[in-house]
């Protein structure tokens, strides 16, 4: 049997009028406006950014993808506070905590030191900011106000905006990293859902890419459903496509992308990484997440690492540290460096324009040889 049509049209490529059915996910906005132009669809992560900073960042964007679809990811998630500041949440760490923090400062010899904030590191100014459901919403007042073509929401159910954003003309997104938060986000009648397997960078659940797609897929039709974690070639766009997928939602390999601000050191960390060489840990903010590993991954594994604190306690508890350690350059512990298992697949720099080309011939070629081009 022929195929009668293009394989990568799906429903995503048809409502956002794309070529291929891509997404790449990054915090470098160049890099989101390369994939936007080559066909693909690029989504901005803002966390961290002030209002402010993200209407700058999206007026940017809009002047450069002349109309072109692109999506904006915010990080809203049920296990954030309604409100707080920084004073306040800092009193509710207990002092074993610090003292835990004290003590990793003197066996891995990191100095008391940072730059401070206002810092532009990779393209993005560094600034003390706690992540509230208020200050979520802040952001998502952007979104609205610039009537972006998709909102995507990382970790938490985005339910009480999706009427909202619609009444806009806003579609929503959700990341999903187990069945049942998938379901919930249907329900709730969300336009697409990422099922984020576990072999991705960043925050992901505890499934592997191949064993949730399908069961999502299923799950939810017909809303389409994204595939997460582990793409960084042609041949995995294909499989996803197979396992019931509208496209792929990629992050890690455009860590790798000519375009990308990332510090030269972290994007050869990238580069080097094999698969087996990131871990998922939770120290970092409490939720479980994947990054290069390194030798302070260790210490919290052991038996004298105090408990996970609630957001944003941990983060708030480890910040400084990893700040100093990012600074610092303190060899071989290293800041934890956001990164999925597909970096045992990229092993150099190209413009990224030239990974969607490569990761869409090479996806033809596997259906071509299977039969199913014309
Ligand atoms: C450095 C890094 C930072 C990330 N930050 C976010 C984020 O702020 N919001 C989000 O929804 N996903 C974030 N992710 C996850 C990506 O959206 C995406 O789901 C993941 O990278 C897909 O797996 P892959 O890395 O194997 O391509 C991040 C990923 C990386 C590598």
Redesign the pocket.
């Known amino acids: 049997m022929r195929a009668t049509k293009n394989p990568l049209e799906t429903p995503l490529t048809k409502e956002f009028g794309l070529q291929y059915p891509i997404v790449s ?3 470098c906005r160049d890099v989101i406006v390369e994939v936007c132009n080559a066909g693909g669809m690029g ?1 901005f ?3 961290g950014l002030s209002p402010e900073e993200i209407d700058i960042e999206l007026k940017w964007i809009e002047e450069r993808v002349g109309g072109k679809a692109f999506g904006v ?3 809203v998630s049920g296990s954030m506070p309604q409100t707080g500041t920084m004073e306040e949440f800092e009193a509710q760490i207990p002092p074993g905590h610090w003292a835990w923090i004290e003590k990793l400062r003197k066996e891995f010899n990191i100095p008391n030191t940072r730059l401070p904030d206002g810092t532009v590191i990779g393209g993005r100014v560094r600034q003390e900011r706690v992540a509230t459901q208020e200050s979520a919403r802040e952001q998502l007042e952007v979104l609205l106000e610039h009537r972006v073509p998709l909102f ?4 938490g159910n985005p339910a009480f905006i999706i009427p909202e954003m619609h009444a806009r003309g806003v579609k929503v997104l959700g ?1 999903i990293g187990l069945v049942r938060q998938a379901v919930r986000e249907h329900q709730a009648g969300i336009d697409y859902i ?1 099922a ?2 576990q ?6 659940g505890p499934i592997g ?1 191949f064993t949730l797609t399908p069961q999502v897929a299923r799950a939810c039709a017909p809303t389409p459903v994204l595939a ?5 070639c042609g041949r995995q766009v294909a499989a996803a496509l197979m396992l019931g997928a509208a496209g ?8 790798t992308a000519k375009e990308h601000d990332i510090e030269p050191w972290y994007q050869e960390k ?1 580069l080097a990484a094999r698969s087996e060489d990131t871990v998922r840990t939770n120290w970092g903010d409490g939720a479980f ?3 290069v590993a390194s030798r302070i991954d260790e210490r919290w594994a052991q038996p004298d690492a105090p408990p996970i604190l609630p957001r944003p306690m941990q983060s708030i508890l480890t910040r400084e540290l990893t700040l100093q350690i990012h600074d610092n350059k303190v060899e071989n512990v290293y800041y934890p ?7 045992g697949l990229l092993n150099e720099v190209k413009p990224a324009r030239q990974i969607l080309d490569e990761w869409v011939n090479e996806c033809l070629e596997a259906f071509e040889q299977y039969g199913l081009l014309t």
Do not use: E, S
């Open positions: 996910f990054g915090h989504v992560g803002v966390a990811d915010v990080i995507a929401c990382a970790q990341l990422v984020h397997g072999d991705g960078g960043g925050h992901c890419t997460a974690g582990g793409v960084g792929v939602w990629t992050g890690t390999a455009w860590l990238v997440r994947r990054h460096i956001g990164c999925g298992q597909t970096a």
